[in-house]
């Protein structure tokens, strides 16, 4: 069965910087776009990042643009979000996912920036 595992959430100060990885296994990794989701208190979950099947196109939402990179590693079934210059507004459970035939999520990891 689809499984996806995040890690590398954690507390950072303003400015900081993390890196999440996403395990995923049980389909054909290579053969899917990938995505990072996040979902603050009291808000909707928002779509953060993707990136296609072979990792040459990729997307962002407007409020993470030059601060966040989104890759993956398909000899590894790994999908990586590196954020920069974090801010308290990117505090939330950042959760990965996949469409293959329904939709598909991990069970997140916690981002909180906060002095």
């Known amino acids: 069965q689809v499984q996806l595992v995040e890690s590398g959430g954690g507390l950072v100060q303003p400015g900081g910087s993390l890196r999440l990885s996403c395990a995923a296994s049980g389909f054909s990794f290579s053969s899917y776009t990938m995505s990072w989701y996040r979902q603050a208190p009291r808000k909707e979950r928002e779509l953060v990042a993707r990136i296609t099947n072979t990792g040459n196109i990729t997307w962002y939402v407007d409020s993470v643009k030059g601060r966040f990179t989104i890759s993956r590693d398909n000899a590894n079934n790994t999908m990586y979000l590196q954020m920069n210059s974090l801010k308290p507004e990117d505090t939330a459970m950042y959760y990965c996912?996949?469409?293959?035939?329904?939709?598909?999520w991990g069970q997140g990891t916690q981002v909180t920036v906060s002095s």
């Open positions: 996912s996949v469409l293959a035939l329904s939709r598909y």
